[in-house]
């Protein structure tokens, strides 16, 4: 059963075209137009590297996608991943959208909806039947699209107001055969979760700034693992799993790891 909601087609505008894979050239185009947005620190062309990068060591899940003009300039594009959820009754092939900018002189012309209706066409043809992004902008623009809404959240706390427990056990871990069984361990059957391998671990580690993974555990238990970077002078956990242990086991980890960072 198809799962996407497709909007209605809009029509491209004279002479553009949808290509689901940029060209080196226009990747390079779309790299430069985003920079003063996503580069961070990176000068443009030290960007454009880091955007490589990330095409090259994501084995094939991440490429770019946009709407080019009939000279091949890049008028609206996005980064696009091939991903995986895991449902309760099959595996579906997914689209995932991240980066969806339109071009400073584009905007205004409704660009940015064609290039997504497009995109989900051709998703839909090439066998997905989900499509999937994180929207730090008001979600009801994609809500529009027919996404709907899963909220997130973003929690603090102070070390001091973490439980203790003094039995728990980190182990730093680079073993993420050993991340990914936990990981799949983790979820309910009933569940609906992206599914995971140690190639696309490797890759968000890298791509989130990981500093350091530990296993978690009690005694000879394994209770589950996290993954952690520093930023701002904070502890930031950039991703963490529990197996048959309650949350307050992954607070009073948190907690530990906290206090031996500093």
Same mark, same amino acid.
């Given at each position: !059963?198809?799962?996407?909601?497709?909007?209605?087609?809009?029509?491209?505008?004279?002479?553009?075209?949808?290509? =689901?894979?940029?060209?080196?050239? *226009?990747?390079?185009?779309?790299?430069? *137009?985003?920079?003063?947005?996503?580069? @961070?620190?990176?000068?443009? /062309?030290?960007?454009?590297?880091?955007?490589?990068?990330?095409?090259?060591?994501?084995?094939?899940?991440?490429?770019?996608?946009?709407?080019?003009?009939?000279?091949?300039?890049?008028?609206?594009?996005?980064?696009?991943?091939?991903?995986?959820?895991?449902?309760?009754?099959?595996?579906?092939?997914?689209?995932?959208? @991240?980066?969806?900018?339109?071009?400073?002189?584009?905007? @205004?012309?409704? /660009? &940015?909806?064609?290039?997504?209706?497009?995109?989900?066409?051709?998703?839909?043809?090439?066998?997905?039947? #989900?499509?999937?992004?994180?929207?730090?902008?008001?979600? !009801?623009?994609? *809500? @529009?699209?027919?996404?709907?809404?899963? =909220? &997130?959240?973003?929690?603090?706390?102070?070390?001091?107001? #973490?439980?203790?427990?003094?039995?728990?056990?980190?182990?730093?871990?680079?073993?993420?055969?050993?991340?990914?069984?936990?990981?799949?361990?983790?979820?309910?059957?009933?569940?609906?979760? !992206?599914?995971?391998?140690?190639?696309?671990?490797?890759?968000?580690?890298? !791509?989130?700034?990981?500093?350091?993974?530990? /296993?978690?555990?009690?005694?000879?238990?394994?209770?589950?693992?996290?993954?952690?970077?520093?930023?701002?002078?904070? /502890?930031?956990?950039?991703?963490?799993?529990?197996?048959?242990?309650?949350?307050?086991?992954?607070?009073?980890?948190?907690?530990?790891?906290?206090?031996?960072?500093?």
């Amino acid at each position: !059963r198809a799962l996407l909601h497709l909007p209605g087609r809009a029509r491209l505008p004279t002479g553009a075209q949808f290509l =689901p894979n940029l060209s080196e050239a *226009q990747i390079a185009q779309a790299a430069e *137009q985003v920079h003063g947005i996503w580069g @961070g620190e990176h000068e443009p /062309l030290a960007y454009l590297e880091h955007v490589r990068e990330q095409i090259s060591r994501s084995g094939g899940s991440l490429e770019y996608a946009g709407i080019v003009d009939e000279q091949g300039v890049v008028l609206a594009s996005f980064k696009r991943y091939s991903i995986e959820i895991v449902s309760p009754a099959r595996p579906i092939p997914t689209l995932g959208i @991240g980066a969806v900018f339109t071009a400073e002189a584009e905007r @205004g012309r409704g /660009l &940015a909806k064609i290039m997504l209706g497009e995109a989900m066409r051709h998703a839909q043809a090439n066998g997905n039947d #989900l499509a999937l992004l994180f929207s730090e902008i008001d979600p !009801r623009y994609y *809500q @529009g699209l027919g996404f709907e809404l899963l =909220p &997130a959240s973003t929690h603090h706390a102070a070390t001091d107001e #973490l439980p203790k427990d003094p039995n728990i056990e980190l182990t730093p871990c680079d073993d993420f055969a050993a991340m990914l069984e936990l990981y799949d361990q983790s979820w309910p059957k009933s569940s609906w979760h !992206r599914k995971r391998t140690a190639a696309s671990f490797r890759y968000w580690a890298w !791509r989130h700034g990981e500093r350091a993974r530990f /296993l978690v555990s009690r005694g000879k238990k394994s209770l589950g693992y996290i993954s952690v970077a520093l930023r701002a002078h904070a /502890l930031w956990i950039e991703d963490a799993v529990r197996v048959d242990t309650p949350p307050e086991t992954l607070w009073a980890a948190f907690a530990k790891l906290a206090r031996k960072s500093g």
